[in-house]
C-alpha cells in the first residue's frame, strides 16, 4: 500500500531514489528529498507491504493533475509488479486528476500500462 513519506524515511528513500538514473550523486539526492520535503506541491510516497519495497514522488501542476517524477522499486523487489500496482494506487488515491509521467518516467508507465491516455484510467491488469 502506498504511505506518505515522513522524515523517519529518509535513509529509505534516499537509497530508493538512488536506484533513479539522474539520481546517484548524494548531493542531488539530498537535493530532492529537500524538495520534497519542503514544497507542498511535492509528494512522496512510498510503497509498503511486508517492508518498503519502492518509492514514487509527484508533483502537483495544477489543481487537474499530477506529475510522476520519480519511481523506484528495490532491484530484489523488481518484476513483481510493484510498480505497476504504486501507479495504480496513486491514480484510485487522485481519481479527480490526470496523472501523467514526465520525461524520465515516461518509458516505464509506458511499459507497464498502467495509465490510459486517452480517458485517464487504469490499464487493465
Known amino acids: 500500500m502506498l504511505i506518505r513519506y515522513k522524515k523517519a524515511f529518509e535513509k529509505i528513500a534516499m537509497g530508493l531514489l538512488s536506484f533513479m538514473p539522474n539520481e546517484k550523486e ?18 512522496l510516497f512510498l510503497w509498503k507491504d511486508e517492508d518498503i519495497t519502492g518509492l514514487l514522488g509527484v508533483q502537483f501542476v495544477n489543481e487537474d493533475s499530477l506529475q510522476i517524477q520519480h519511481i523506484s522499486v528495490n532491484p530484489s523487489h ?48
Request: charged share 30%.
Open 26 to 43: 548524494l548531493k542531488k539526492l539530498q537535493q530532492t528529498v529537500k524538495q520534497y520535503e519542503s514544497d507542498e506541491r511535492w509528494q
Open 78 to 125: 523488481r518484476h513483481q509488479g510493484i510498480g505497476r500496482r504504486m501507479v495504480c494506487a496513486l491514480q484510485e488515491l487522485y481519481a479527480d486528476k490526470l496523472v501523467v509521467p514526465n520525461a524520465e518516467t515516461a518509458g516505464f508507465i509506458e511499459k507497464c500500462g498502467a495509465i490510459r491516455s486517452n480517458d485517464n484510467k487504469l490499464g487493465s491488469d
